[in-house]
């Protein structure tokens, strides 16, 4: 529904899958892309201030694939999350 009612109202909906079936179904409902998150390795915890800098490239690297897909360089205007603690800290 998200990716549904994202596109009702004007939005570019993106969304973030973790398999290929999952990503041409939010195709065909509208998204305008989608982001296989078995690419990057930047999920769950966020690490400590030390440890950080791999983390904060492939976050960019993640952000870098959203911005291809909607066409700008601009930040999401929302983002709505399935519950999972391996994904918030991205969504952030």
Known sequence: MAIQITAMHG?????VASSEERANLCEKL???GTIDRRNFHHWGQL?????GAAWLREARR???K???IVGSR???KIVLEHSGEDTIPTSR
């Open 30 to 32: 509208g998204a305008k």
């Open 74 to 76: 601009t930040a999401p």
């Open 62 to 64: 993640f952000g870098e």
């Open 66 to 68: 959203f911005w291809e």
């Open 11 to 15: 939005g570019i909906p993106v969304a």
């Open 47 to 51: 690490p400590g201030f030390d440890d």
